[in-house]
């Protein structure tokens, strides 16, 4: 939760200039707005809506950042290896032997 007396709020176009692009540019503001609606990977970004304008703070950027790169992290580690062929397996020898093997 965002608590605007106490934390440093960052309008939307200023998240966008935080986080590099492509050949050195800031990521779109459609990003953020991506990540803010749809979300990434399972988590929002969390903000805020006062006079009209949305905003978030650091705290809730750097959460979104952690949180997603948590998921990357733990998906990777949920990935099946991938299983060496058989020596036993026919059709690969089969395959092989074709190939002049």
Partial sequence: MIDPFDD?????????RVFPGRAGRPIAISTVWRWI???RRG?????????????TS????REFVR??????????ERLPAESAPSRSDPS??????RAGF
């Fill in 37 to 39: 609606h749809h979300g």
């Fill in 67 to 76: 949180a997603t790169t948590a998921a990357v992290a733990t998906a990777t």
């Fill in 92 to 97: 690969l020898e089969d395959e092989l032997d």
């Fill in 8 to 16: 440093e709020l960052l309008q939307i176009k200023d998240v966008a």
């Fill in 58 to 61: 650091h705290r809730a950027v």
């Fill in 43 to 55: 988590h929002r970004l969390v903000t805020i809506v006062a006079g009209g304008k949305r905003y």
